[in-house]
């Protein structure tokens, strides 16, 4: 069992950065596979970005792609998104998950934070 916690969210402005936090509790956190989603109002959750257990593997959905980063420190047992160049299109409840496999659907993961609303305002 793990337990995710997701920190970080906030409003900003077109063209600012954030980063999200997601801190897993267990001593287990390292053998998960992670991943970030968000889901907007009205619409289904939508992949993010995934990061395998060593950090050897990152992608991203295609929104996101040279703008959002991916990592994670086992040591700390957290993950973290870095969100720049945000549009009000990024605007979403943002989750952490996390896996056995290597996967972008909301289907393999099995483990999900509580998610964090990010504002980003024109």
């Known amino acids: 069992q793990v337990q995710l916690v997701v920190s970080g969210g906030g409003l900003v402005l077109a063209g600012d950065s954030l980063r999200l936090s997601c801190a897993a509790s267990g001593r287990t956190f390292s053998s998960y596979n992670m991943g970030w989603f968000r889901q907007a109002p009205g619409k289904e959750r939508e992949f993010v970005a995934f990061?395998?257990?060593?950090?050897?593997?990152?992608y991203y959905g295609d929104s996101v792609k040279g703008r959002f980063t991916i990592s994670r420190d086992n040591a700390k047992n957290t993950i973290y998104l870095q969100m720049n160049s945000l549009k009000v299109e990024d605007t979403a409840v943002y989750y952490c998950?996390?896996?056995?496999?290597?996967?972008?659907?909301?289907?393999?993961?099995?483990?999900w934070g509580q998610g964090t609303q990010v504002t980003v305002s024109s």
């Open positions: 998950a996390a896996s056995n496999a290597f996967g972008v659907n909301v289907a393999q993961y099995m483990y």
């Open positions: 990061i395998s257990r060593s950090s050897s593997t990152t």
